[in-house]
Nanobody, 119 residues
Framework: QVQLVESGGGLVQPGGSLRLSCAAS????????MGWYYQAAGKARELVAS???????NYADSVKGRFTISRDNAKNTVYLQMNSLKPEDTAVYYC?????????????WGQGTQVTVSS
């Protein structure tokens, strides 16, 4: 089992910045993919950004140029730097990690952290 602990959410004014962190712990074999999803009230959960162990990050069109995803493999941690935040970025943000050997990978979710963009 893998546990994910998120931090960094909160209330910020439009145009402001926040940095989310998600640390994975537990029985970790190898983390393949790490990412962030968001879920606004009454809406489906959507991908914000993901970063593979090898290759380039992937971003939702709505956050390109404003958000940056990165990972520290030594710490099993993924980050989401969010700049130029807009009210429509308000949502619960969930960390996602895909872990395991190639023949038996599993996905894990964090508990979610609230991001509210409001003046």
């Amino acid at each position: 089992q893998v546990q994910l602990v998120e931090s960094g959410g909160g209330l910020v004014q439009p145009g402001g910045s926040l940095r989310l962190s998600c640390a994975a712990s537990g029985n970790i074999f190898s983390i393949d993919l790490m990412g962030w999803y968001y879920q606004a009230a009454g809406k489906a959960r959507e991908l914000v950004a993901s970063i593979p162990s090898v290759g380039s990050p992937n971003y939702a069109d709505s956050v390109k140029g404003r958000f940056t995803i990165s990972r520290d493999n030594a710490k099993n941690t993924v980050y989401l730097q969010m700049n130029s935040l807009k009210p429509e970025d308000t949502a619960v943000y969930y960390c996602y990690v895909r872990e395991g050997p190639i023949w038996s990978r599993k996905g894990y979710w964090g508990q979610g952290t609230q991001v509210t963009v409001s003046s």
